[in-house]
């Protein structure tokens, strides 16, 4: 049994090829299904987000595996031969496709350090692959375990902490101005991309009243509508200054379209009361010596970035720790799956014990004559009893073993010892189902999984590339 990965992602592949890789939902459960039937695929998930695009499966020979899967990718999608696909996968198998996942399931491999999204999108693929009943087993624990260690991190570092987008950095700064953003007044003046997404963060930050302007009054209206906020017109938003606490200024101007003296008089207006002004402008358009004018406080792009700079060494940080975490969570799945490779010479150790004292109480029986229910309860009781005792100490040895690196080796003594059948996992995966209960109901797989992926102080930090 071997657990693989092969995919493609940001860092190997540009977006032009990940997007032709995309499965739509409706065809996902043709495309899990046909996945299964290659006769070396036992269980499969498919991953796609606008990073990446991954197939995760149990197969018995990883270099089959890897193949089968290969073929998959370009018989599912016509439109790529494989002469441009198969350069830009990589293909892991076994502890490095577990790390893998893990590492993907904490953002750990993403194009932003700590963004949210992937643990959920890694939630929803795992959530197709049950309902078209194609992760079994050991991708149901696998998988499971992933988004534990998602969650984990996500709880236990503050990798998500730190905002590293332009728009939402402008947020972080403005809340050290103002403590509590509720019941703010901001003015957007001009309609650049990051003035929006920062305007838009402020709203979900508890902002209530947003003024906008453009020299296209109808972008304006469009704008107000977009936010719940009023529209007014270029030539009158110095007259609405002094209302603002924070001011948004992303325009295509060359020149300074808010001047120091204005805000100068905006801030005695306001009774002195503090106000904020971003300038995500190119050239800038707020005159630098607001800086000088008292209870005004201005940042301009570069500050923004270094903000920014700050904070991406910080996730850097906390991603170290995540890292130690997924490690340590790797030699916990890999000796659980070392552990499965015992199960079925368990069961067949369990299965020829049983025939054994069956026939030999049985052989007992027939030569004892007539004996009462409870003499015939009393020897069956004890023929069990030393079976169980005799093989209480061969099985937690076995059990034990099978996790360690030596696990093969003991599981093949155990099978000479005992004159076993010649079998593997995966042949006998309908065994462990027998033992471990049904497939939707398998390590607990039935419970609600939408816990695990919880809400983001950061989820809508909007441009910056994510796991979409």
Known sequence: MN???VGLSHKTAPVELRELLAIPESRMGEALTRLLSYPNVKEGMFLATCNRVE??????????????????????????????????LYRYADDHAIRHLFRVATSLDSMVIGEPQILGQVKDAFELALAHRTSGVILNKLVKK????????????????????????????????????????????G???????????????????????????????????????????????PRILPKA??????????HYVILSEEVQRSIQERMNRPMFLIDISVPRNIDPAVKDVDNAFLFDID???????QNQEERRKEADKAEEMVTEEVTIMQSWVRGLEAKPTIVALRKRADEIKRSEVEKALSRLGNLSTKERQAIEGLASAIVNKLLHGP?????????????????EVARRFFDLPETSLISDLDLLYQEQGSNSEQDGIGCDLSEVVESDP???????PKES
């Open 55 to 88: 197939v995760y499966a149990v197969v018995e020979d990883p270099d089959a595996g890897f193949s089968d899967v290969q073929d998959f990718l370009v018989s599912t999608h016509l439109a790529v031969s494989a002469e441009h696909l198969f350069p830009h």
């Open 245 to 254: 606490d924070i001011v948004l200024c992303a325009t295509g101007a060359s």
């Open 303 to 309: 500050d923004l970035k270094s903000h920014v700079g």
């Open 191 to 237: 309609a650049g991309e990051m003035g929006k997404l920062a305007a838009h963060h402020l709203v979900n930050h508890g902002v209530k009243q947003v003024f906008l302007t453009t020299r296209n009054s109808q972008r304006a209206e469009n704008l107000a509508e977009r936010f719940g906020g009023s529209a007014i017109s270029f030539e009158e938003f």
């Open 458 to 464: 950061m989820k809508d930090e909007g441009e910056s």
């Open 146 to 189: 992933a988004i534990s260690v998602g969650k984990g991190v996500r709880t236990k570092t503050r990798i998500a902490e730190y905002a590293v987008s332009i728009s939402y950095a402008a947020v972080e700064l403005a809340k050290k101005v103002f403590s509590n953003l509720a019941e703010k007044t901001v003015l957007l003046v």
């Open 3 to 5: 657990i693989i990965v």
């Open 395 to 411: 099985l937690v040895t076995l059990k034990s073993e099978a996790q360690s690196n030596n696990g093969f080796a003991f599981i």
